[in-house]
C-alpha cells in the first residue's frame, strides 16, 4: 500500500468523483444511441461488453469494452498526477483510491439503482495505469482464457486471479491489497457464473443466454 499523504478532504473529493465517472453505464449509452434497444432488457441484461456483444454488433461492443476500462484508467492518472504531493511527483494514495472508487461506480452505480456491471473490464483498466506491465499481462491472460474457453466469464476470473502472481513478479507490491480487494468483488459479482460454470451450463462468448441464465 502507498503511504497516505494526500489531505483527506482532498481524496474524499477524488473518491466522489472518481465513483461518478465509473458510474457512468457506456454499455447502455453505446446501446442506445446505436439504437440496439434498451441493454437491461437483452441477453442477461448486465451492462457490459460480453452482453453487448450479444446484441451481434461488435463494434458497440468493442466501444463499451474500451469505455469501461478507459474510466477506471483515466481515473487512476487523473488523480496520480494532479494529486501529486510524494516525492516522485504522483500521489499514489490518490490514484488507487480512485481506482477502487470508479470500480465501485461500475458495480453499484447510482444512477441505475446500484446494479451495475461485473467490472472485469475496469480492473483491467485500473491494472494498466496503476502498473502497465500487470496490466497487459492481465489482459493478456484474460484473451488467453478467451480463446481456450471461449467463455468470457472464466477468462475474467482466471485473470482477476492471477493478477496477484504478475503483481508478485513484476515487483509491484505497492497495488497488491487492492488488487486482491478488487479481485473479490470481481468474483462475489460472478456468483451466478460460478454456480452455471459448474453445472456446465455457462453460455459461451457472442451466444445468448436461456431466459434462466442471467
Not at 180 to 207: F, M, Q, W
Request: net charge positive.
Amino acid at each position: 500500500m502507498p503511504l497516505f499523504s494526500t489531505d483527506p478532504l482532498l481524496l474524499a473529493l477524488t473518491a466522489m468523483l472518481a465513483y461518478l465517472l465509473g458510474a457512468v453505464p457506456f454499455g447502455i449509452v453505446i446501446t442506445r444511441a446505436m439504437g440496439l434497444g434498451d441493454l437491461r432488457q437483452i441477453g442477461s441484461g448486465n451492462i457490459g461488453a460480453t452482453n453487448v456483444l450479444r446484441t451481434g454488433n461488435k463494434a458497440a461492443a468493442f466501444a463499451t469494452l474500451v469505455l469501461d476500462a478507459a474510466k477506471g484508467g483515466v481515473a487512476v492518472l487523473l488523480a496520480r498526477w494532479l494529486l501529486a504531493t510524494d516525492s516522485t511527483g504522483l500521489a499514489e494514495d490518490a490514484a488507487q483510491l480512485a481506482g477502487l472508487a470508479a470500480f465501485l461506480g461500475h458495480l453499484f452505480p447510482v444512477w441505475l439503482r446500484f446494479k451495475g456491471g461485473k467490472g472485469v473490464a475496469t480492473f483491467l483498466g485500473i491494472l494498466i495505469a496503476l502498473a502497465w506491465p500487470v496490466g497487459l499481462a492481465a489482459c493478456a491472460t484474460w484473451l488467453v482464457g478467451a480463446l481456450v474457453t471461449r467463455t468470457s466469464s472464466i477468462a475474467a476470473l482466471v485473470a482477476a486471479a492471477t493478477s496477484a502472481v504478475w503483481i508478485i513478479l513484476f515487483s509491484e507490491g505497492q497495488i497488491l491489497l487492492l488488487s486482491l480487494v478488487l479481485t473479490v468483488l470481481v468474483y462475489l459479482r460472478h456468483g451466478e457464473n460460478l454456480r452455471r460454470i459448474n453445472a456446465g451450463t455457462e453460455p459461451k462468448i457472442g451466444r445468448k443466454p436461456t431466459a434462466s441464465q442471467p
